[in-house]
């Protein structure tokens, strides 16, 4: 609900008013996760249902957001274009196909921006490799030093957009290559770092490596070991 809020309470500044807002999320909360960051909210939920506390938490917002709860893959796709796409929910190349295919199609170029949220927050792969893969329809707009990438959608998302994106082409060796040519988009250490991690995922998902520690190799001079050592890892 952090970006949510957010989006809303500024709508609410700018003084909009109707429903703008769709919010995507199973809305589940385990308890440990409860205790650690909504234990002032009351006690935990016997069905771990957090959306009825988010709702109370964001009760001066609720007539400008829509609540969608449960399966992204089966929630209704609006209709309406799209202006914001804040993007923290591709957990799986499916879920990140379902965006490609139902949300990005209805950005407007030259007007509507995507945030990749994770991006340098040891991202799924195919969050890096999609926004690469698709570097003719966007342009980098702006960035936080890590977590969070900004990006302009400069050309209609269009069946070729899809084709080129889809998951059926993903790889170890589409990773690699992808979270690579990425890095040098970016121009903060941490950032490289981040998607060395990564890449580091991508080793690690296919047994290569066991940890990020087990492997020597560089990209733009960062070895696993500067990166837990500039990242504060154990």
């Known amino acids: 609900g952090g970006s949510t809020i957010s989006l809303a309470d500024g709508l609410r500044r700018a003084g909009h008013n109707g429903n ?3 919010a995507y999320d199973f809305y589940f909360v385990g308890k440990k996760a409860w205790e650690l ?4 909210q009351g006690p935990y939920p016997r069905d771990g249902n957090a959306l009825p506390t988010i709702k109370r938490m964001m009760e001066a917002y609720l007539d400008l957001v829509t609540f969608n709860q449960g399966d992204f893959l089966q929630c209704p796709v609006p209709d309406a274009p799209i202006e914001i796409c804040f993007v923290d929910i591709s957990k799986t190349p499916a879920l990140n196909d379902h965006i490609i295919k139902n949300y990005f199609t209805k950005l407007i170029p030259g007007h ?3 945030v990749q949220q994770d991006y340098f927050f040891r991202s799924p792969p195919w969050d890096i490799a999609t926004m690469d893969i698709l570097g003719d329809y ?14 302009l959608n400069t050309k209609q998302i269009d069946e070729h957009a899809i084709e080129i ?7 170890k060796a589409v990773f690699l290559d992808r979270i690579r040519a990425a890095s040098v988009h970016w121009p903060f250490a941490a950032q ?4 060395y991690l990564a890449l580091l995922e991508v080793e690690m998902a296919e ?5 990020a520690t ?11 070991e500067d990166v837990y050592k500039a990242l504060d890892f154990s």
């Open 20 to 22: 703008i807002l769709q």
């Open 37 to 40: 960051r909504m234990a002032d």
């Open 112 to 114: 509507s921006i995507v």
């Open 138 to 151: 966007f342009e980098v707009l702006s960035f936080t030093d890590v977590n969070s990438a900004i990006f």
């Open 165 to 171: 994106s889809s998951s059926k082409h993903f790889s």
């Open 192 to 195: 490289k770092a981040q998607l």
């Open 207 to 211: 047994g290569v490596i066991e940890s």
């Open 214 to 224: 087990d492997i020597k190799a560089e990209m733009h001079g960062y070895t696993a």
